[in-house]
């Protein structure tokens, strides 16, 4: 039987009589409605609608779509649908249509906000981070005033475990790290220098960027995603498993009991470990400068110790420290702001990784203006 035909009639003047005939399935695909909306609009205007479905062969939802559509557009004309001539397989299934409404968004259909209202929802939410790492920071500083007093509630025990995990468990990764930083930048310095006759001047390259800013920073951004991360996985399964809950009703800070060990920690070890990746960047140019350059260790020593100051050694490990309290805040937060699954976990680790890792960068750049204002 042939698919799909679709005719028009007015058996009365009011009334516009709509002939369904031959085969109607998706795979034929369906007839245009704005045919349909051509006989409605066509004068004189009809008040009615009927069908003649005498010629219906086979049928599937394609048959209920294209009705569907016509009822909408009757709805939208002010004109009253008669559906008697339709099969009463099709009766019934319109009507249970009818009865149950369409749930709002089921055809995907989305209102995208206006630019303004996405930049203003995005400022807002900005604010709001910065709101909570402020609260934070201040709330782990007020516990660090209460261990001053002797009255902060952790275990010692506990402090001895994070900075053995801050530290001597770091430094494979900061000595491999470190150790690559060096020679990359001895090697571009070395490329650059050789062609003026300056190949001495690679031990100032290397022993300021690294002493001054490389050190610190790249410390910062190995700890961020190792230990940073590690802080949030910890204190977002406590959340998860419910034992900073469980602290709580024991009457238990669990900002200074959890927390704050794992804050000073990370503060303290910070500072050691940028002094450890300065030595090992450094080494790492001496096997540039010796290897590529012909340098020997004196000359290359010797060089560095004029060009690098106790002001940019310090300097280095001040920006550490700020870095440490940085990274230690930022996974502590994302901890303790987890969610109750085991996705949040994860969810919180990673965000811990990208807030400090951004902060970081963030320091950086102030720090380096800072000291360019203060001629330091």
């Not at 031959?22 to 609608?49: D, F, I, K, T, Y």
């Not at 599937?60 to 709805?75: G, R, Y």
């Not at 031990?203 to 940073?228: F, K, N, W």
């Not at 000359?299 to 060009?307: D, G, N, P, R, S």
Request: aromatic content about 8%; glycine content about 10%.
């Amino acid at each position: 039987m042939p698919s799909t035909q679709l005719s028009f009639t007015r058996p009365a003047p009011d009334t516009l009589q709509i002939s369904l005939a031959g085969a109607w399935h998706m795979a034929a695909g369906l007839p245009p409605v704005a045919s349909v909306e051509q006989a409605l609009a066509a004068a004189p205007a009809p008040r009615q609608v009927s069908f003649d479905t005498r010629q219906l062969g086979g049928w599937d939802s394609a048959l209920l779509i294209f009705l569907t559509k016509v009822a909408e557009l009757c709805a939208q004309h002010g004109i009253s649908a008669d559906r008697s001539g339709l099969p009463s397989g099709v009766r019934r299934l319109l009507d249970l249509a009818d009865a149950v409404p369409e749930r709002k968004g089921a055809r995907g259909e989305s209102t995208r906000p206006s630019v303004l209202a996405r930049v203003g929802s995005g400022a807002l939410a900005l604010l709001a981070e910065a709101d909570a790492f402020l609260a934070f920071l201040g709330q782990t500083m007020i516990a660090f005033g209460a261990l001053l007093r002797g009255r902060a509630r952790f275990r010692f025990a506990d402090l001895a475990l994070y900075v053995q995990e801050a530290g001597a468990d770091a430094l494979p990764i900061i000595t491999l790290i470190s150790f690559l930083v060096g020679v990359i930048m001895a090697f571009v310095g070395a490329v650059q220098l050789q062609k003026f006759g300056a190949a001495i001047y690679v031990a100032d390259l290397v022993g300021i960027a690294v002493v001054r800013e490389m050190g610190a920073m790249m410390t910062g951004i190995v700890m961020a995603g190792r230990t940073g991360a590690a802080f949030a996985a910890q204190l977002g399964t406590m959340k998860v498993t419910q034992e900073v809950d469980a602290l709580t009703t024991m009457g238990i800070s669990p900002l200074e009991f959890l927390v704050l060990p794992r804050a000073i920690a990370l503060c303290v070890m910070m500072p050691l470990l940028c002094l450890y990746a300065d030595l090992v960047g450094i080494l790492g140019g001496s096997v540039i400068a010796t290897g590529m350059l012909g340098l020997s260790l004196p000359v290359y020593f010797t060089e560095l110790f004029h060009a690098v100051s106790i002001t940019d050694m310090v300097g280095g490990i001040f920006k550490a420290s700020v870095y440490g309290v940085l990274i230690a805040v930022a996974g502590c937060l994302r901890g303790m702001q987890c969610g109750g699954s085991a996705s949040a976990v994860g969810d919180a680790a990673t965000s811990a990784v990208v807030t400090g890792i951004v902060l970081i960068i963030t320091a950086c750049g102030t720090f380096a203006f800072t000291f360019y204002v203060l001629g330091i």
